[in-house]
């Protein structure tokens, strides 16, 4: 079966390059397409702090497909593991997910910080982050998972 998606908007300023870490501060704008999505689509945003953006990772779209395992951002002393037990863009689908905090909603417009994601990344679809989404219970994750996101979301601007 093959599945196809169009974009219902674009990340529009912010970062320009893919980089490792540091996005906290990554401010940016969501404009959705009037053609795919009306300004009533985003009545009761406003009532959020945050939001979960689906996205495609379009740079490098020319990289290999990774469909089973390596070793994150290549380090050899982290364990090998299958891409579908990390968060690396070569996934077989190339799909992201990443939550933001909303700035501020304007028609057709959110303005967002601390998006992972690069100016001129399609948008595929965008859900409210409620709580009663979280995990239930307690969260694993491996300690090299941890040292990946040390410094991942450094420069955040607290609650």
């Given amino acids: 079966m093959e599945i196809s998606f169009t974009p ?59 469909r089973g395992a390596r070793h994150p951002r290549g380090r050899t ?8 037990a990390q968060h690396g863009r070569m996934r077989p689908n190339r799909i992201g ?17 601390g998006l992972d994601m690069v100016d001129g990344t399609p948008i595929l679809d965008i859900k409210p982050v409620w709580s009663g989404y979280a995990p239930r219970g307690t969260c694993k994750e491996p300690d090299w998972a941890k040292q990946i996101m040390a410094d991942y979301w450094a420069g955040e601007t607290p609650l």
């Fill in 8 to 66: 219902i908007g674009f990340v529009r300023g912010g970062r320009t390059e893919a980089r490792k870490d540091r996005w906290g501060n990554n401010r940016c704008r969501l404009e959705l397409d009037p053609a795919r999505i009306t300004a009533d689509s985003l009545i009761g945003l406003d009532q959020l702090s945050h939001i979960e953006v689906i996205t495609y990772f379009h740079l490098e779209a020319d990289e290999p497909v990774e």
């Fill in 77 to 84: 002393d982290w364990p090998r593991v299958g891409i579908l």
């Fill in 97 to 113: 997910v990443s939550v933001c905090r909303i700035l501020s909603v304007e028609p057709l417009a959110i303005n967002v910080e």
